[in-house]
């Protein structure tokens, strides 16, 4: 399969916790997308990476939130002192310049 | 700012019947347009797109929508419903600087036999 592909489906954590999420793009993808998407809720942007470069975040990203694409390759995500509010599907998606965004499957987290 | 509405939470259609799904933009300057569907735990995947040229695109699984300038939608219709049709649907704009995608709140469409 060479879609887009994230690890894991999905997690469960305590508050407090930190966890770390990874997409893999499709490889010849230059431009790697996360989206967070809340129960009846549109996917929301948080950031994008264009080959190893943080260009935009949102201000949804709060300083609890990193996200790093070192290579150019796959991301991680990770969130430090989780909260309920952070209880989302969290969605990945890669395209070649701005063209068509492929999604990846998403990472449910539940913070309990 | 750029923004899409999708002003229905649901829209419930009979098999073999016809389908709207409504949409409406706010943009400055030309509107890169897109329809995707989400079924149950699973992405997001693309239908179709409107970057300019013919209002009536075609997509997937005989998916259409309609680009109208004057009326700013972007509706996605199809002819003749299927069960299978049923899922959440998402209308988003594209932002031109960043690509990023801007999603509606997304329309549940529930297609019963």
């Known amino acids: 399969d060479t879609g887009v592909s994230q690890d894991p489906r999905h997690k469960i954590t305590k508050r407090g916790q930190n966890v770390t999420f990874r997409c893999d793009p499709i490889s010849e993808h230059n431009r790697l997308y996360w989206y967070r998407q809340t129960l009846g809720q549109g996917p929301e942007f948080l950031t994008y990476f264009q080959n190893e470069a943080q260009l935009e975040k949102s201000r949804l990203l709060s300083d609890r939130f990193s996200a790093e694409r070192p290579k150019g390759s796959f991301s991680t995500l990770e969130i430090q002192r989780t909260e309920q509010g952070d209880s989302a599907m969290y969605l990945c998606a890669s395209s070649l310049e701005a063209r068509k965004q492929f999604f990846g499957p998403g990472t449910r987290l539940t913070v309990l | 700012a750029q923004s899409v509405a999708q002003p229905e939470d649901q829209v419930n259609v009979a098999e073999g019947n016809p389908l709207t799904v409504k949409c409406t933009y706010s943009?400055?300057?030309?509107?890169?347009l897109f329809w995707y569907v989400q079924y149950p735990n699973r992405g997001l995947q693309f239908l179709l797109k409107?970057?300019?040229?013919?209002?009536l695109v075609k997509g997937s699984y005989g998916f259409e929508a309609e680009f109208n300038k004057s009326q700013t939608s972007f509706h996605l219709k199809k002819p003749s419903a299927l069960v299978s049709d049923s899922a959440l649907y998402f209308c988003a704009v594209r932002s031109s600087n960043t690509g990023k995608l801007i999603f509606g709140q997304g329309t549940t469409l529930q297609v019963k036999p």
């Open positions: 409107y970057i300019t040229g013919d209002n």
């Open positions: 943009v400055s300057g030309n509107p890169y």
